[in-house]
């Protein structure tokens, strides 16, 4: 059954929602009564007296796409968490100065708000005087109690004795209780260990109260599981499964001997199949006895919503037991839609139109109803028409299912629902600390407050009752286009210049099952490379044996190194290459690269396998680096049509006269690429020189041939000729001769500081004309973080940025500097993080580190620990197994604390990190420290004062800021990739001027009034 919802995952849209829609039980007299009803309940909602400080009525005021909301968005999110006075009134200053706050509660009689608007404006006229300092204290606490009584509001308890205590009054109006024990998901053991307390604590807890309240509706608990095991993700599937399913058990079987609920929450897509294994694991358990409390969450956006509805019916039929089943919309779409994007999957997994997220809804709700005999439907929605749409499909039973609705949220419906006894109805209740619950609520507020939402239509007076209860079935029925004309697919979101490049799901077992099979095919194959000059190969001197990082023992295939006179006889061919290729149409060239493009999609697989054996990456590492080439190829050809076409680009002048910027190739590129991104960057460097008009004579990186020979087979087979792209495979001395050629027009290189320098050298001491250099370097590269920035986002940032592909990316986090009132906290999550990283054969998806690239730089990395060890202290290094250690190049990656980046004589190329604290006050100390070293690539910050932010980014010398997010993996066309100082010349990789540096600027000026005059100006009309 599981396969058949991996058809579903990526279904057409249109295909999906005609399905439900002929489906679903909806005929216009249905659709009549129910907005009949719905039209009622709104009615009602609106003359119904609202309660002071419910969600609605801060909506109106404060709305999320305003300033103001936005604003008071960011302190709750951030404020509670802050533990320094400092970074607090910095928060407080950036984020209620920026907008005017008095007058918004003049509208609203809740006294809530009123008292809100008047504080907030006379906060930010305190902070805007002279008396800005002496106040700031008391404001400060004032709004540190603002933002702990809105958290009372929407967060039930800070304990769940606390919790139960003021569900009371919601009992006694008939709601049935489902207590959330919230937080982010487990970073580390020691979280999750935490989580897992909590949540025994707190069933044993409702259990105890529901036996001394027998009159009230059973309560129940809601648990995460992404909170009771740090690495609850597909590739770790063998770990997670069987502990999250005993974890599991251990809580259901507390739960069912205090006759309590307990609901599995639903989390992100990705993590569907690994829930539904341990949810099978557990259900039916014959421990639980005749216990019917289990139950779990589904989200009606996804696509294969409607279908595991059966699968799961059919689960309690076959396990002979009830199953309770909360339904709901939806709580990440946005974020759902981004990784789609980003990881260039061929659908989406969820719908683009709310209407069909709303018909969805319905066709699983009817569903269902329909099984009361076997599953328990738990209704979870704040829409008035979904409500009564459910109320209609029901029929005159309306027993068997409840509605739910989250607290304070609106409630002043629900309580409508209750008192006319239309259905039972329940709360999802958050339970937690206010510092840790915010981030939640906010998240909630932006899923729930969006202007399109109905909490916000329903009590604007401006919107129309009619358009509030408008049928979604009708209009999921009635648009020509079922997917939303906005959300292009993800292979079009670059559209109309280039298509995404094509990615895989390595979350979807039948996917990523196929792929893994196709690479260890393609594993199985030897390669050679060798000299390729005028499209021969030519085999010279005594080859040398490739084997992988990952096994010294296993062999991949020879290379043969170029010698010099094979390197003259590449300079002749090329020089016939340039001629041939310069005088090709702008367009042609074009196309051919984006042939190239689709053939390394077509040799995915095999790509990737060489990745994978020559470079030591990870199977996510090497489908990036097929994925980066392809994007290369595709925006390169795009950006080139149009800056080489012909005719050039026409510039304004005087009338009676055409001036046309003409850009052309230089001639004969050298190329000279990295072994960290061996496909990737030898790709850009080969495709911007193509497509500028050059010949090429590629040399690649000496630990890695094999993959540069492959990529230069498949552009010869796209079209390129052999003269005009030419593969030299050689050491770096050989490499001078070739930077030094005087054929040589220009220079592409990637690598250390120290070559850079070399190659400039050289190409200053040549007497001609004087070729550009295009150089990417090294880098010190940084992260600042204040006590402002979300702890666990920081975490999940620092591990990627610093350790993925081995911290080999001249783009990989080194120093990590941690505000000191919160660098205790965050030296020990990122302790338990790297305990959960695992270092392993690159060839195994649950691999998340690989080998260094060889012995040489596993020894270099082992002396700076040692000098670390005599001039750090120790943090953490992550396990590696000895067999595995003694087979390949594979090293520890560590962290440890230094006292300043100006200990760091050089940049150390490897998954080695350096923790340094500071003091809020020296932040302009950090960022003097930062440029002192004189490399300027990359930068990260971690803040949530936008004030903040400014002050690093414009004063860190460095190509690429990155704000909240990790520091790696610039997507070509969208994040040019390049720094400046010590660590490149620009312009920037995948970027819009990157292809004129291979070019040389022609202008051609035209009289066209000597051609006969002006007769356009002569004939201008008014």
Wanted: proline share 5%.
């Amino acid at each position: 059954m599981l396969q058949n919802l991996s058809s579903f995952l990526y279904a057409d849209e249109a295909a999906c929602v005609d399905a439900l829609a002929a489906e679903l039980p909806w005929d216009k007299t249905r659709a009549a009564r129910v907005q009949t009803q719905a039209r009622e309940l709104v009615n009602r909602v609106r003359s119904a007296k609202r309660k002071p400080g419910e969600l609605e009525s801060f909506l109106s005021q404060y709305g999320l796409d305003t300033e103001e909301g936005l604003a008071l968005m960011t302190l709750a999110e951030a404020l509670l968490r802050i533990p320094d006075a400092r970074t607090a009134d910095a928060l407080i200053r950036d984020k209620i100065t920026v907008v005017e706050w008095f007058g918004k509660q003049n509208k609203s009689q809740d006294i809530l708000l009123k008292a809100a608007g008047i504080g907030l404006s006379l906060t930010r006229k305190t902070l805007d005087s002279a008396i800005a300092k002496l106040g700031e204290p008391v404001i400060r606490k004032a709004m540190v109690e603002a933002m702990r009584l809105m958290a009372r509001r929407f967060v039930i308890g800070r304990t769940i004795e606390e919790a139960i205590k003021n569900a009371r009054p919601y009992e006694k109006k008939g709601y049935r209780m489902s207590y959330d024990m919230l937080g982010e998901g487990a970073r580390t053991r020691q979280d999750a260990q935490r989580y897992f307390k909590a949540y025994v604590d707190a069933a044993q807890a409702i259990g105890a109260a529901a036996k001394d309240m027998p009159d009230v509706p059973s309560p129940g608990i809601s648990i995460k599981l992404s909170a009771l095991y740090p690495r609850y993700e597909f590739r770790h599937a063998e770990e997670c499964i069987p502990a999250l399913t005993a974890q599991l058990l251990e809580l259901a079987q507390i739960a069912a001997n205090n006759n309590i609920a307990l609901t599995v929450d639903a989390e992100e897509v990705d993590r569907l199949n690994i829930s539904l294994k341990i949810i099978e694991g557990v259900f039916g358990h014959k421990s639980l006895g005749g216990w019917e409390g289990f139950g779990l969450a589904v989200q009606a956006y996804q696509k294969r919503t409607r279908p595991l509805i059966d699968h799961l019916a059919d689960l309690a039929k076959d396990r002979a037991r009830r199953l309770q089943i909360r339904l709901v919309k939806g709580a990440y779409w946005d974020a759902e839609i981004k990784r789609a994007q980003i990881l260039g999957l061929p659908e989406y997994p969820l719908f683009t139109r709310k209407v069909n997220t709303d018909l969805s809804y319905l066709s699983c709700a009817a569903k269902l109803l329909d099984r009361r005999d076997i599953v328990y439907p738990m209704l979870a929605t704040h829409n008035a028409h979904t409500i009564a749409a459910v109320i209609e499909l029901a029929g005159n039973n309306r027993n068997g299912f409840e509605f739910q609705c989250l607290h304070a949220m609106a409630e002043t419906l629900h309580d409508t629902v209750l008192e006319e006894n239309l259905a039972p109805t329940g709360i999802y209740a958050p339970c937690g600390s206010h510092e840790d619950l915010l981030p939640y609520l906010v998240r909630r507020l932006l899923e729930n407050g969006a202007n399109s939402s109905f909490l916000n239509k329903m009590i604007d007076p401006a919107a129309r009752v009619e358009d509030i209860v408008a049928d979604p079935v009708e209009d999921a029925r009635t648009f020509k286009s079922r997917r939303h004309p906005k959300i292009a697919l993800p292979q079009n979101i670059y559209a109309p210049g280039r298509k995404n490049s094509e990615g895989v799901d390595l979350t979807e077992p039948a996917i990523v099952n196929s792929l893994l099979a196709a690479i260890r095919k393609a594993g199985e194959k030897q390669y050679d490379a060798l000299p390729l000059v005028a499209g021969k190969k030519i085999k010279t001197g005594t080859p040398r044996t490739m084997t992988s990082p990952a096994d010294n023992k296993e062999k991949i295939g020879q290379v043969w190194n170029a010698d010099k006179e094979t390197v003259e006889k590449a300079f002749t061919a090329a020089r016939d290459g340039f001629a041939v290729w310069s005088a090709t149409p702008a367009d042609k060239r074009a196309a051919t690269l984006e042939r190239a493009a689709d053939l390394m999609e077509e040799h995915r697989a095999e790509l990737m396998a060489l990745c994978v054996r020559e470079g030591g990456k990870t199977i996510d590492d090497a489908l990036a680096e097929v994925r980066e080439a392809v994007d290369f190829c595709r925006y390169y050809a795009m950006t080139g049509r149009a800056d080489f076409a012909p005719e050039g680009r026409l510039l304004p002048g005087p009338t009676g006269e055409k001036n046309a910027l003409i850009l052309n190739g230089r001639g004969v590129f050298v190329c000279v690429s990295p072994w960290n991104f061996p496909l990737a960057i030898f790709t850009g460097q080969v495709a911007a020189a193509l497509m500028a008009g050059n010949a090429v004579i590629a040399k690649p990186a000496s630990l890695t041939p094999l993959i540069a020979m492959r990529a230069v087979e498949l552009m010869h087979e796209a079209g390129v000729p052999g003269e005009t792209v030419q593969l030299l495979p050689a050491g770096g001395a050989l490499g001078g001769v070739m930077v030094a050629h005087p054929d040589t027009a220009g220079v592409a290189f990637t690598g250390s500081t120290d070559v850079g320098w070399q190659i400039n050298r050289a190409l200053a001491a040549r007497n001609g004309p004087i070729a550009p250099l295009i150089a990417e370097t090294g880098g010190q590269t940084a992260m600042i973080v204040d006590s402002s920035a979300l702890p666990e986002q920081v975490i999940d940032d620092v591990i990627v940025s610093a350790f993925t592909s081995a911290g080999q990316r001249c783009s990989a986090l080194r120093v990590l500097y941690l505000q000191e009132e919160i660098a205790d906290k965050m030296v020990l999550m990122l302790r338990g993080a790297m305990a959960e990283r695992k270092v392993g054969d690159p060839a195994l998806l649950s691999s998340d580190i690989g080998p260094v690239i060889d012995g040489s730089a596993r020894e270099e990395l082992e002396k700076h620990i040692e000098w670390l060890d005599k001039n750090g202290r120790f943090i953490a290094a992550m396990n590696v197994d000895e067999n595995l250690a003694a087979r390949g190049s594979f090293f520890a990656p560590a962290a440890y604390e230094i006292n300043s980046i100006r200990q760091l004589s050089r940049e150390v190329f490897g998954p080695v990190l350096h923790v340094i604290r500071f003091k809020s006050e020296n932040l302009d100390d950090v960022i003097a420290d930062i440029n002192s070293t004189g490399y300027g690539l990359t930068l990260g910050v971690h803040s949530r004062i936008s004030t903040t932010v400014r002050r690093i980014t414009e004063g860190v010398r460095a190509g690429n800021a990155y704000v909240n997010r990790t520091m790696i993996g610039a997507v070509v066309g969208v994040q040019p990739f390049g720094g400046q100082g010590l660590s490149g010349t620009g312009p920037k990789a995948g970027g819009p001027h990157y292809l004129h540096r291979f070019a040389t600027e022609k202008v051609v000026s035209t009289d066209t009034t000597r051609q006969g005059g002006n007769a356009s100006l002569v004939s201008l009309r008014e």
